[in-house]
């Protein structure tokens, strides 16, 4: 019995002391303190932080995470719509008309692409129908007698210090109608060259020029002119 119990204490103690050497491995969390700080890397340079150190770290490295922002771009230019039409002109337009027109414009919103301008204008009271000069006095002279011979009575030539200096005016109509009836009856006559001159005071009146319309703004604009007489849209010249 003494026997057992000296075996078996003898093999105990051999096998702590082979569990000390570390000849039966390593239990995981179990490692001895020399063995531990001799498997940590450079743990020469390992030093203790306060509080206040540990915080300023800890800000200091979730700034360097943080991606740096990028500048935005700049958000694109819409170009000119492809079918927009450059420039229109639409007039012209007498005073009282000028003020209705202006108010059914600002309806479409068209803002600094609208302007207005003032343009040279002829209130046209009467027509002349004559005969252009050509060659002076002689040449009237000798227009008169061609008309003498197609039995024309109704002329008068013209003198004066003007354009129309030697022609001969045939009459004076109110309405563009009426002369051209003469006109048209002259040259059955065989009297060639007859022409018809609007006459009337110079003015001006008013025009608006209208700048990138698209079609459907271009449509508007000239259903409101056809409400004005002799108001025309067209290519800015």
């Given at each position: 019995m003494l026997k057992f119990v000296f075996w078996a204490l003898l093999a105990l103690n051999a096998l702590?002391?082979?569990?000390?050497?570390?000849?039966?491995?390593?239990?995981?969390?179990?490692?001895?303190?020399?063995?531990?700080?001799?498997?940590?890397?450079?743990?020469?340079r390992m030093v203790?932080?306060?509080?206040?150190?540990?915080?300023v770290a800890a800000e200091s490295a979730a700034t360097q995470a943080e991606p740096t922002p990028q500048p935005a771009e700049p958000a694109p230019v819409a170009p000119p719509a492809a079918d927009a039409i450059a420039c229109s002109q639409v007039g012209a337009f007498a005073a009282s008309d000028a003020r209705r027109f202006e108010t059914r414009l600002a309806r479409l919103a068209l803002g600094e692409r609208a302007s207005r301008t003032s343009v040279p204008f002829q209130e046209v009271t009467s027509h002349l129908v004559y005969l252009p000069p050509n060659g002076g006095k002689e040449g009237a002279d000798r227009r008169v007698a061609?008309?003498?011979?197609?039995?024309?009575?109704?002329?008068?030539?013209?003198?004066?210090?003007?354009?129309?200096?030697?022609?001969?005016s045939l009459g004076v109509f109110k309405t563009e109608t009426a002369a051209q009836t003469l006109a048209a009856a002259l040259e059955k006559q065989g009297v060639r060259g007859v022409r018809i001159l609007p006459r009337g005071p110079q003015g001006t009146r008013a025009t608006w020029r209208l700048r990138d319309l698209t079609p459907d703004e271009r449509t508007r604009v000239a259903d409101i002119a056809d409400d004005f007489t002799g108001v025309q849209l067209r290519p800015c010249t």
């Open positions: 702590l002391f082979a569990y000390a050497q570390g000849y039966l491995g390593k239990i995981e969390g179990g490692e001895r303190e020399p063995q531990r700080l001799k498997d940590q890397l450079a743990p020469e203790m932080l306060s509080a206040s150190e540990a915080r061609e008309l003498k011979e197609k039995g024309v009575a109704n002329y008068f030539v013209m003198q004066g210090d003007s354009p129309l200096k030697w022609a001969v």
